[in-house]
């Protein structure tokens, strides 16, 4: 039986302030509704460390959104692993579009930083999708195929079933569009069998396939409804605490 991550990333929002506000109302809502269902919420770095001493009561994990693949030194704004360890992060979001558009990342930035966050014992969570473009001129799987196996080049297989992927097509972020599940569960199905050639179907099997895009306590249920959609990696939804305690109601029931 597959179990759950219903998985916030904040994005650019919520400071300490702001963070604590959220972080209350989650915690009370999560602590009637889900047991058999894993949480995340990946908060700005600068409202990492009071997150996880806000959540040390609970079983909601702590996330960052970004990670540098050094382990120190001259490299001004970057955070290590290291860091985010000694801040008590377990997870990192890696190679989220957003980056990959506005910040120089590439598949192979995100490989290191993949196989970097594995090396300290923190769980990558790596974005894939594609834009509206590449859809419409049909090289979405081939797209994805090939971030994908830049991904998880140079990584073994058991290290491989520490790793999180998002499917977060980019025309479905922030649009309010979200992917049918048909369509959803085809690039799923898509990713897992790219997964069984690099490794083998247990190990696809193995690795949870998170569906990023407009997920809202709307549309959740046949989002999460999908075989191969292991959870959520939710945007604009994960800013209230009532949405996205509702996505982790849906998800729970569906355990
Ligand atoms: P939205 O849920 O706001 O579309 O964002 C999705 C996303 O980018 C999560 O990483």
Redesign the pocket.
Known sequence: MRRFLIAG?WKMNCGPADAAELLEGLKEKKAEVAEEVDVLVCPPFVSLSMSVNYLHDTDIEVGAQNIHFEENGAYTGEVSASMLVEAGCNFVIIG?SERREYFGETDTTVNKKAKKALEHNIVPVV?VGESLDQRKANIHFELVKNQVTAAFEGISDTEALDIVI?Y?PIW???TGETASPEQAQEMHAHIRSILAELYDQETADGIRILY????KPGNAEELLGQEDVDGG?????SLSADSFAEIITIAEKLS
Do not use: F, Q, R, V
């Not at 990023?212 to 997920?215: A, K, L, R, V, Y």
């Not at 990696?233 to 939804?237: E, F, K, R, S, V």
């Open positions: 990333n989220h974005c998002a977060e479905a972020i922030g990023g895009g407009s997920m990696l939710i945007g604009g939804a």
